[in-house]
């Protein structure tokens, strides 16, 4: 490529020349800029997983309560049922911390918990309310929800993916789950122990709660282009 | 224009043409033909992984072909020196069917004739992948990373019922 240097002094031959460079020299901030952006990810965000499912169940009053109530909020979903002896009641402890751990994300829309029990032939809303009471659950932050039986299993089975089934002596074997969606109903993470890493749901709903506060205007397409690079966080 | 010399423009005009074709192909083939690359979904301890209580590989044969809900399956398949466990799995046909594979001693490989379900089993990772089966009929699966010196008896059945 010797040709292309041009001697010290020599103006441009032609103006074909200069578009050349021009060509190349964009060529190349551009391809810095990408590489730039790829290895320093100066915006994390979370995958979008895959579309969380909807539902029209009743809460723990006794109320509707669909997946639209909680358009525009960003959701931490768990799975239980009261009767719970297994892992399952670790995973109420989890989500009673998280609720003590709220207040101390910045955000702007309201950040939610809910939990469903795929136990509705004993949990009505009464039991419901006094299990989740005992939990310590602020009602207006933690909902309770449950349904029939069969939109329960297409909602955690089909949708979550979360697998359940009963046993003889009425108790459930349930795997262990969490799922964060934000406020366009998209899973956004996925925690499938008993034992999360809370700092890590907090980071989570803190950097969700960060994508709606800042992917606005022109940020927006910043905020793209961190999906595109997968600007996920390590 | 710049001036190139004319077998170096030859090089360089082949070379993106490659560039464009695999690049294409890639595209094409992940967009219009649906293929997916199977990418390790989660670590765990190889040695603990077939202890009960441990993991769903660690249930009992018979509860690894788990449904979802109707028509949506998963199944969790433990490949080991020299079989599959379950070998003979049983869904409905129409199920969508998400194999969860892993090893609990060396390298094993996952391959579903009739599917694009293709996948290298590590030990201490998990291969995911997912297919839908429309048409009922057996199809076999069998391990396609030599393993040993049992390596041919590693196969099995998925058997979709009418
Ligand atoms: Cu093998």
């Known amino acids: 490529m010797a040709a292309t240097v041009t001697k010290a002094g020599t103006p441009y031959k032609s103006s074909g020349m200069l578009i050349w460079r021009l060509f190349f020299g964009l060529f190349g901030l551009m391809a810095a800029g990408v590489i730039w952006f790829s290895t320093a990810r100066p915006i994390t965000v979370l995958p979008r997983i895959t579309l969380a499912p909807g539902f029209y169940l009743s809460d723990q009053n006794g109320e509707r309560f669909t997946s639209e109530d909680l358009r525009g909020q960003i959701v931490l979903y768990n799975f239980t049922y009261t009767n719970c002896t297994d892992p399952c009641v670790a995973t109420s402890q989890v989500m009673a911390e998280v609720q003590s751990r709220l207040l101390t994300v910045d955000a702007s829309v309201p950040l939610k918990l809910v939990t469903f029990s795929i136990d509705p032939d004993r949990d009505d809303a009464a039991q419901m309310a006094a299990y989740s009471t005992e939990l310590g659950a602020d009602g207006s932050v933690w909902h309770w929800a449950t349904g029939g039986a069969k939109q329960l299993k297409s909602v955690i089975g089909g949708g979550f993916g979360v697998f359940y089934d009963v046993r003889e002596d009425g108790r459930f074997k349930l795997d262990p789950a969490f799922f964060l969606v934000d406020g366009s109903g998209v899973i956004r993470a996925e925690y499938r122990t008993e034992e999360p890493d809370i700092d890590i749901i907090m980071r989570d709903f803190g950097l969700l709660a960060a994508e709606v506060d800042h992917s606005e205007g022109i940020y927006r397409f910043a905020y793209e282009a961190a999906h595109l690079f997968s600007c996920y966080p390590r | ?162």
């Open chain 2, 1 to 162: 224009m710049i001036h190139v010399d004319p077998r170096e423009r030859n090089f360089i005009i082949g070379t993106t043409i490659l560039l464009l074709i695999f690049g294409t192909a890639v595209l094409v083939s992940s967009f219009a033909f649906g293929f997916q690359v199977p990418a390790p979904v989660e670590r765990l301890d190889p040695k603990l992984v077939a202890t009960p209580g441990q993991s769903p590989w660690g249930d009992p044969v018979e509860e690894r072909v788990r449904e979802l809900a109707p028509n949506k399956y998963e199944v969790y398949i433990l490949a080991q020196a020299w079989n599959f466990q379950p070998r003979e799995i049983r869904v409905p046909v129409g199920s969508t069917v998400t194999f969860m594979v892993t090893s609990k001693d060396v390298q094993h490989g996952f391959r579903l004739d009739g599917t694009n379900v293709n996948m290298m089993v590590l030990p201490g990772e998990v291969a995911k992948l997912t297919a839908t089966f429309d048409e009922a009929g057996t199809y076999n699966f069998v391990c396609h990373e030599y393993c040993g010196v049992g390596h041919h008896t590693m196969y099995g059945q998925l058997i979709v019922e009418p």
